[in-house]
Antibody, heavy 121, light 111 residues
Framework: QVQPQESGPGLVKPSETLSLTCTVS????????WSWIRQPPGKGLEWIGY???????NHNPSLESRVTISVDRSKNQFSLKLSSVTAADTAVYYC???????????????WGQGTLVTVSS | QSALTQPASVSGSPGQSITISCTGT?????????VSWYQQHPGKAPKLIIY???NRPSGVSNRFSGSKSGNTASLTISGLQAEDEADYYC???????????FGTGTKVTVL
């Protein structure tokens, strides 16, 4: 059973960089698309971006150039950095596995449990 | 503003059937059979319940079914049960443009 697990600080100060890591157990990170998704309190799901195991990435244009997603295949992990955070970035952050083809990049079959990140001074 | 529009809420009595719509465009739902649906209970991570418009992952109840007509996809829950009370989100592949991956979400209430 593939199990993604998010880790990282639960509190980040405004203007600083949010950093999260998703460690995947029970299966290889290879040959799949992996996404970061967030959910502000009481609101809907927002896709942040994806990375393919080869390292190619794409992200939500609404987040402009603040997003960096990277992969470490040797550790079966991928990571998210979101710079210049504000209170609007407060959310539960999920990592999830997409499909193995571009057309199934949004078919998220395995999700982490989510981690709440609060942006506050 | 999401590219996929869902009703904010749908309700039904136990045993009834309900349908949730997901309206997109000819650039996503209308052009591809890669629509998925997710169920999210409060405080929990979303769970994939339908993929590729109408396929159920192993272990998902056959009370959940999906379909598509034109630019609108639908999720039907038959024999509604108390445990079905949750938020539901659709998602569709789109080839280009903004990546509004998820629908606006629908809260299902079992009366």
């Amino acid at each position: 059973q593939v199990q993604p697990q998010e880790s990282g600080p639960g509190l980040v100060k405004p203007s600083e960089t949010l950093s999260l890591t998703c460690t995947v157990s029970g299966g290889s990170i290879s040959y799949y698309y992996w996404s970061w998704i967030r959910q502000p309190p009481g609101k809907g799901l927002e896709w942040i971006g994806y990375i393919y195991y080869t390292g190619s990435t794409n992200h939500n244009p609404s987040l402009e150039s603040r997003v960096t997603i990277s992969v470490d295949r040797s550790k079966n992990q991928f990571s998210l950095k979101l710079s210049s955070v504000t209170a609007a970035d407060t959310a539960v952050y999920y990592c999830a596995r997409g499909g193995s083809r571009m057309t199934t990049v949004n078919t998220f079959d395995y999700w982490g449990q989510g981690t709440l990140v609060t942006v506050s001074s | 503003q999401s590219a996929l529009t869902q009703p904010a809420s749908v309700s039904g009595s136990p045993g009834q059937s309900i349908t949730i719509s997901c309206t997109g465009t000819s650039s996503d739902v209308g052009d591809y059979n890669y629509v998925s649906w997710y169920q999210q209970h409060p405080g929990k991570a979303p769970k994939l319940i339908i993929y590729d418009v109408s396929n159920r992952p192993s272990g998902v109840s056959n009370r959940f079914s999906g379909s598509k007509s034109g630019n609108t996809a639908s999720l039907t829950i038959s024999g509604l049960q108390a445990e079905d009370e949750a938020d539901y989100y659709c998602s569709s592949y789109r080839s280009s443009g903004t990546f509004d991956v998820f629908g606006t979400g629908t809260k299902v209430t079992v009366l």
